[in-house]
């Protein structure tokens, strides 16, 4: 449904704006692939200058889950705590100290393995 309100259907981008949008290249098969992408690799970022957004992080996706971990993902401005040089990253806060190849886990919250295998594709 989302793909013919916003692309595909009567009025949409691809019939108003074929230039930008050409059919070839915007099809549903492409819309499911970019959704399912976003959707079980995104990254909400909290404290980011604009506000809350969610990202696509580099290698944040293969970071493996742990219901127990307090570990976790944001944005902050980068910098010293003095000097701050108004540019953003992104940032893992460890919940502990870690030893050298030790793997860190995150949790991506208290979800059911259905649920992990819904959102994320594992369980």
Same mark, same amino acid.
Do not use: C
């Given at each position: 449904?989302?793909?013919?309100?916003?692309?595909?259907?009567?009025?949409?981008?691809?019939?108003?704006?074929?230039?930008?949008?050409?059919? !070839?290249?915007?099809?549903?098969?492409?819309?499911?692939?970019?959704?399912?992408?976003?959707?079980?690799?995104?990254?909400?970022?909290?404290?980011?200058?604009?506000?809350?957004?969610?990202?696509?992080?580099?290698?944040?996706?293969?970071?493996?889950?742990?219901?127990?971990?307090?570990?976790?993902?944001?944005?902050?401005?980068? *910098?010293?705590?003095?000097?701050?040089?108004?540019?953003? !990253?992104?940032?893992?806060?460890?919940?502990?100290?870690?030893?050298?190849?030790?793997?860190?886990?995150?949790?991506? *919250?208290?979800?059911?393995?259905?649920?992990?295998?819904?959102?994320? *594709?594992?369980?």
């Amino acid at each position: 449904r989302e793909y013919d309100d916003l692309l595909g259907g009567e009025g949409g981008l691809i019939e108003k704006f074929p230039d930008r949008f050409p059919k !070839e290249h915007f099809t549903f098969e492409n819309w499911v692939w970019a959704f399912t992408m976003l959707f079980s690799r995104a990254i909400r970022l909290r404290n980011l200058q604009v506000g809350e957004r969610l990202a696509m992080v580099p290698y944040a996706d293969l970071i493996n889950h742990s219901a127990f971990s307090q570990a976790f993902i944001d944005a902050r401005e980068s *910098g010293d705590w003095l000097f701050k040089d108004g540019n953003e !990253e992104v940032i893992l806060y460890a919940d502990r100290g870690y030893r050298q190849m030790e793997q860190i886990y995150i949790s991506y *919250g208290q979800k059911s393995n259905a649920e992990l295998l819904l959102l994320y *594709g594992f369980a």
